[in-house]
């Protein structure tokens, strides 16, 4: 009869409300859990900088202040680890930024060759010091691609530190950019390295927040643990790839993709 029918849709209406409520609560649940989980792993993560820092000043004002040979040396050391915090708090806003969707990327028309080069560049000083060799592998002049300037750079200094970082006094670092061999439209940017290499069973979490193989070569460089966590979240906001490829004491390649622009359209920036 009519009343039944009714009756059916209204308990199947209630029945599917009821499992939209349930699917929200999940969604709120899950992002409450990863926010729990983001301040712990920050706490955790402020901690050793600030107990060095307290043990320090501690040390120095215990009497250590008037015994000059040690006194800058506990100064000098200090200061690291404030730098630390400063490296800490700047990568944790950029990535908060980006999780929460707050950072748009600003997508314009750029010549990769002059992005790459500039930071390539801008970093031969870091490798000297590591005593190992950054090149620039050279490619056409006139490609231009559709991606967030600063946002590349950003993207490139990351994989290319880490490049260094995790490499060995002798060693090299070969950046570039080559056709995608499956996909005509897009350039695949490389960042290769003669290091430490990364074994296997880590190839997937290195891009996790605060993941690090090895703790210790990781702070002793300078590293917060979210680099490779931020070059995931810019290539997802583009919507490109990204690839990882490794073998132990071998080394690495760290490789992305972005999309060209026809040489039709207008240019945003002057060729060099
Ligand atoms: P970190 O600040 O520790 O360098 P990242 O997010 O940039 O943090 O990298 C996470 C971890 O991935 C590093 O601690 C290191 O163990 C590993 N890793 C990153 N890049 C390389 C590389 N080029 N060669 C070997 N290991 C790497």
Same mark, same amino acid.
């Given at each position: 009869? !009519?009343?039944r !029918?009714e009756?059916?849709?209204?308990?199947?209406q209630? +029945? %599917?409300?009821?499992?939209?409520?349930?699917?929200?609560?999940? %969604?709120?649940?899950?992002?409450?859990?990863y926010? /729990?989980? &983001?301040?712990?792993? +920050?706490?955790?993560?402020?901690?050793?900088?600030? &107990?060095?820092i307290q043990?320090?000043?501690?040390?120095?004002?215990?009497?250590?202040? =008037?015994?000059?040979?040690?006194?800058? *040396?506990?100064?000098k050391?200090a200061?690291?680890?404030?730098?630390r915090l400063i490296?800490?708090t700047? !990568?944790l806003?950029?990535?908060s930024k980006?999780?929460?969707?707050?950072? $748009?990327?600003d997508?314009?028309?750029i010549?990769l060759?002059?992005?790459? $080069?500039?930071?390539?560049?801008?970093?031969?000083?870091?490798?000297?010091k590591?005593?190992?060799?950054?090149q &620039?592998? !050279?490619f056409? *002049? @006139?490609v231009?691609?559709?991606? =967030?300037?600063?946002q590349? /750079?950003?993207?490139?200094i990351?994989? +290319?530190?880490?490049? +260094? $970082?995790y490499?060995?006094?002798?060693?090299s670092?070969?950046?570039?950019?080559? @056709?995608?061999?499956?996909?005509?439209?897009?350039?695949?940017?490389y960042?290769?390295d003669?290091?430490?290499?990364?074994?296997?069973?880590?190839i997937?979490?290195?891009?996790?927040?605060?993941?690090?193989?090895? *703790?210790?070569?990781s702070?002793? /460089?300078?590293?917060?643990g979210l680099?490779l966590?931020?070059? *995931?979240h810019?290539m997802?906001?583009?919507?490109?790839? &990204?690839f990882?490829?490794?073998?132990?004491?071998?080394?690495?390649?760290f490789?992305f993709t972005?999309?060209?622009?026809?040489?039709?359209s207008?240019a945003?920036?002057?060729?060099?």
């Amino acid at each position: 009869s !009519d009343g039944r !029918d009714e009756l059916d849709f209204l308990i199947k209406q209630s +029945i %599917r409300a009821s499992k939209t409520v349930e699917r929200e609560i999940q %969604r709120l649940n899950r992002i409450e859990n990863y926010r /729990k989980e &983001f301040i712990g792993d +920050i706490s955790h993560e402020l901690k050793t900088p600030i &107990f060095a820092i307290q043990g320090f000043i501690e040390t120095l004002l215990n009497g250590a202040i =008037d015994d000059d040979g040690v006194n800058r *040396k506990f100064l000098k050391k200090a200061m690291r680890n404030v730098n630390r915090l400063i490296y800490l708090t700047k !990568d944790l806003m950029e990535i908060s930024k980006l999780e929460t969707g707050e950072l $748009k990327s600003d997508v314009q028309d750029i010549y990769l060759r002059n992005v790459i $080069k500039e930071v390539v560049e801008n970093l031969q000083y870091k490798a000297k010091k590591e005593d190992v060799s950054l090149q &620039f592998e !050279d490619f056409s *002049k @006139s490609v231009l691609v559709n991606a =967030d300037r600063n946002q590349i /750079k950003q993207v490139l200094i990351n994989l +290319i530190e880490n490049a +260094i $970082k995790y490499n060995e006094p002798g060693g090299s670092v070969t950046v570039g950019a080559k @056709s995608f061999s499956k996909d005509e439209d897009r350039m695949l940017v490389y960042v290769e390295d003669t290091g430490i290499g990364i074994n296997q069973q880590f190839i997937d979490r290195v891009t996790e927040r605060f993941f690090r193989v090895d *703790k210790s070569r990781s702070r002793e /460089k300078g590293g917060t643990g979210l680099g490779l966590a931020i070059v *995931k979240h810019i290539m997802e906001a583009h919507g490109e790839e &990204f690839f990882i490829e490794s073998t132990p004491d071998i080394g690495s390649t760290f490789s992305f993709t972005l999309s060209k622009v026809d040489r039709t359209s207008a240019a945003a920036e002057v060729e060099d």
